[in-house]
C-alpha cells in the first residue's frame, strides 16, 4: 500500500505562487508514476499534469501549462506541483495520485491507472 499526503494549500491573491508537496509512503514509491488533480465545487475532477517514475518526461493540462511546473524527488518520496501566476480559476481541491503505466508511447500521460490518491488539500485564489 501506498499512502500520500498533500500539503501546501492555501489563499492566495490572483497572480501569485503556491508549492504543493505530495509525500508518500513506500519503499518502491519510484515505481509509480505520479500525477496532480483538481477539483471545484460542483465540477468534476479534472487532470493536470504527470510525472514519469524517473521524472524524465511531464506533461500539463492545456489550463496550466506555462504556469505549472511538475516535478518529483525520488529520494524524499515526494512529488511536487509548482503553481505560479495562480487565476480564481484555479481555485480547486488538489489532489495527488500515483499510478501505473499501462502502455508506453507519445501519448505515456493518457495510459495510465491511478492506484492511490490523497486526501486533497484546499487552493483558493482570490480575485
Known amino acids: 500500500q501506498v499512502q500520500l499526503v498533500e500539503s501546501g494549500g492555501g489563499l492566495v491573491q490572483a497572480g501569485g505562487s503556491l508549492r504543493l508537496s505530495c509525500a508518500a509512503s513506500?519503499?518502491?514509491?519510484?515505481?509509480?508514476?505520479m500525477g496532480w488533480f483538481r477539483q471545484a465545487p460542483g465540477k468534476e475532477r479534472e487532470f493536470v499534469a504527470a510525472?514519469?517514475?524517473?521524472?524524465?518526461?511531464?506533461y500539463s493540462a492545456d489550463s496550466v501549462k506555462g504556469r505549472f511546473t511538475i516535478s518529483r524527488d525520488n529520494a524524499k518520496n515526494t512529488a511536487y506541483l509548482q503553481m505560479n501566476s495562480l487565476k480564481p480559476e484555479d481555485t480547486a481541491v488538489y489532489y495527488c495520485?500515483?499510478?501505473?503505466?499501462?502502455?508506453?508511447?507519445?501519448?505515456?500521460?493518457?495510459?495510465?491507472?491511478?492506484?492511490?490518491w490523497g486526501q486533497g488539500t484546499q487552493v483558493t485564489v482570490s480575485s
Open positions: 495520485a500515483a499510478g501505473t503505466q499501462l502502455a508506453y508511447g507519445s501519448r505515456w500521460y493518457e495510459n495510465l491507472k491511478y492506484d492511490y
Open positions: 513506500g519503499r518502491t514509491w519510484s515505481i509509480y508514476t
Open positions: 510525472i514519469t517514475r524517473s521524472g524524465g518526461s511531464t
